[in-house]
């Protein structure tokens, strides 16, 4: 059975910094695309960044320069470090593990950037 377990959520001020945990388990982690979804109050779910099998990131336009996305193989995770949070980035945020037409999902944890 597929788990994966986030962390890391909490309230911060603007321009503070997070990093969120993703701890994954009942799959082959390392041969899993990751990434962090995050969805607002009243809006649809939104990719914020991937991490491919390989290490390779792609990133949503409102994050690069300010989140880094990144993965332990060995300890199956992905983490998402965010600074410059902005009153903006607050949501729920979400980890994804896919494969081919695998697609699991985290509960999520909540970030609240005050401002």
């Known amino acids: 059975q597929v788990q994966l377990v986030e962390s890391g959520g909490a309230l911060v001020q603007a321009g503070g910094s997070l990093r969120l945990s993703c701890a994954a388990s009942?799959?082959?982690?390392?041969?899993?695309?990751m990434g962090w979804y995050r969805q607002a109050p009243g809006n649809e779910r939104e990719l914020v960044a991937r991490i491919t099998n390989s290490g390779s990131t792609n990133y949503a336009d409102s994050v690069k320069g300010r989140f880094t996305i990144s993965r332990d193989n060995a300890k199956n995770a992905v983490y998402l470090q965010m600074n410059s949070l902005k009153p903006e980035d607050t949501a729920v945020y979400y980890c994804n593990a896919r494969r081919f037409d695998h697609d699991a999902w985290g509960q999520g944890t909540q970030v609240t950037v005050s401002s």
């Open positions: 009942g799959i082959i982690f390392n041969v899993y695309s």
